[in-house]
Structure formats: structure tokens, C-alpha cells
């Protein structure tokens, strides 16, 4: 009986000794574990770098500041989402984030998401790419911690506590998304409800079914639309050709991206697709070419 005492206080010295909080966090609150390995407990937790608002979801009349403000969500890069500075981003709710994991010998990171058995794999090693800032309270004073950075202050994990499911998205239209990543053979991406966002002053977002062309109607994402594919890019205007086939007819179009709606100036951001995580944003010179998914891909 001595002999199991001594075992059970020996694992609970050890315990408290790596500095590991007792318990699993609670909603809004987090564990960190530091370069050292040591555990902090945060309450009171708030995100910071490594997000942005989801603004074309927000609501003015709102009654907290997600509500008005959009929600916050994680841009994350998968190795796949082109070595372009501004490359493709999966945008994931913070609020369904059960945890990061810091791998900074493999520059990779591992993010869960609450209901998804498939967690995401991301790249570090790349200035403000997939890092996530977070503050909070721990011990009665105010701490922050930047998960993604090397160093000293690296972090080695982060656990979310209170993460929600996603909610499944009404299925209205499934596409093909081909990416330019020559590296990784243009990899193909599943997205449903495709859509176009832009960005307005006042940090307002909005998102539409047709894309802005520079003469002609705007091209809609519907059932109508067999080929969309980019041929060329200014990268000092912004503009981008493309080839698209709607019903029977191919014809080439310009997109601007500076939009001047009714005397209301805008900028086109991208291409928003739903995903199991979130949303995907493909920004127009990352696509090389988008189908409906019961058409192949040549």
C-alpha cells in the first residue's frame, strides 16, 4: 500500500511540478504550453493576431461586437494554398478551434476543429502565416501569447476550451477550385456555394453570385457557368482575364478590381467557398480554373 501512496504522490508532484493546471479549460478560457513545456491556464481569453472578421456576416443592429463586427476567424494556410504572399486561406471560426499544436522542428502546425475528424496541417516559418495571438488573465495578471513564432517565447500548444461544431452548410452549388501550385501539381479544391466578396470602406464587406466584369453583365456562379478559368494577371493593376464558358458560348472577360458601383467605390477581394472547417478565399490570381463538380477538370 506504501508503495502505491508513493506512486500516486510522485505523479501529482510531477504534475504540479511541469506546471500543468488541473482540469480541462471551460468556455473562454485556454492552456498554453510554452517553449519549456510549461502550462498556463487563461481566462478570460481574447484572439488577436492571426485573425480577421468575418464581415460580410456582421449584423449593425447586433448586440455584442461580433454581432456588429462580424465574427473573428483564424486565417490559415495549408501547404497547399500556393507560396503567393497572398496566397489561398481557409478562414475557421475561433470559436470552433479546439486546439493548435506547434511543431517548429517538422515548420508545421496542427489545427482541430470541434466535429471534424480531419485536422488541418499548415506551415510555419513564414512571417504573420498561421500565427494566432491570444490574452488573457492567468494568476491574477494579464498575459499574451503568440502561438506560430520561434524563439524563446514559442509556443508549443494551445487548448481551446468551449469550441462549437460547425454548422453544415445548405448545399445550393458544389465546385472544382484548381489552384496555381505548380509544386504540389495545381491541386484541386471542393468548395460549395461559391461566391464573390468585396470589400468597402468602413471595413463592410459583402459577398454576391455574379462577378464585375468590365463590359458585359457580371458572371454568375450557377448552374449556367460550365469553365472559368484565369489566363492572365497585371500585377500592378490588379486585373485579371478570363476565359469562361457559360451554357454553350466561351467568350474572354476582364475583371477590375476596383469596383465603383452606384458611386460606391469597392475593391474585389476574392472567391469565398463554404468548406467542413469554414470557408476557403481564393484570391483571383491564385485560380487557374473552376468547374461545377460533376464536370472533370481537363
Known sequence: ???????????ATASFASGWPAGEPAAGEAIVTDADGMAHKL??????????????????????EDAK???????????????????????VPVGKIESLV?????????????????????????????VLGITGTSDGKSVSFVGGTSGKSAVK???????????KAKLISTWNVQIAQPKANDPVIVVH??????????????????IPVRKGEPISFDGKLKRFEVVAHDQITDVVAAEVEVGGAER????????????????VVGLLGEVDAGWKLFPLHTIK???PSKRKIE
Not at 499548415?122 to 498561421?130: A, D, E, M, P, S
Not at 474572354?252 to 475593391?267: C, F, N, Q, R, Y
Open 1 to 11: 500500500m506504501r508503495r502505491l501512496w508513493c506512486g500516486v504522490i510522485f505523479v
Open 69 to 91: 463586427k462580424g465574427p473573428l476567424a483564424l486565417e490559415f494556410r495549408e501547404p497547399h494554398s500556393t507560396t503567393l504572399v497572398k496566397g489561398v486561406v481557409t478562414l
Open 252 to 267: 474572354t472577360i476582364v475583371i477590375p478590381h476596383i469596383l465603383d458601383p452606384a458611386g460606391k467605390p469597392g475593391t
Open 193 to 210: 456555394n461559391l461566391k464573390v466578396l468585396t470589400a468597402h470602406s468602413g471595413g463592410v464587406e459583402k459577398l454576391a453570385d455574379a
Open 102 to 130: 506547434f511543431d517548429h522542428a517538422k515548420q508545421e502546425v496542427t489545427l482541430s476543429v470541434k466535429g471534424l475528424q480531419q485536422h488541418l496541417v499548415g506551415i510555419l516559418g513564414y512571417q504573420r502565416v498561421n
Open 157 to 167: 500548444t494551445m487548448t481551446f476550451g468551449g469550441a462549437q461544431a460547425p454548422s
Open 289 to 291: 480554373v473552376i468547374t
Open 43 to 64: 481566462t478570460a481569453v481574447k484572439f488577436g493576431t492571426g485573425t480577421k472578421r468575418l464581415a460580410w456576416l456582421a449584423d449593425p443592429q447586433g448586440s455584442s
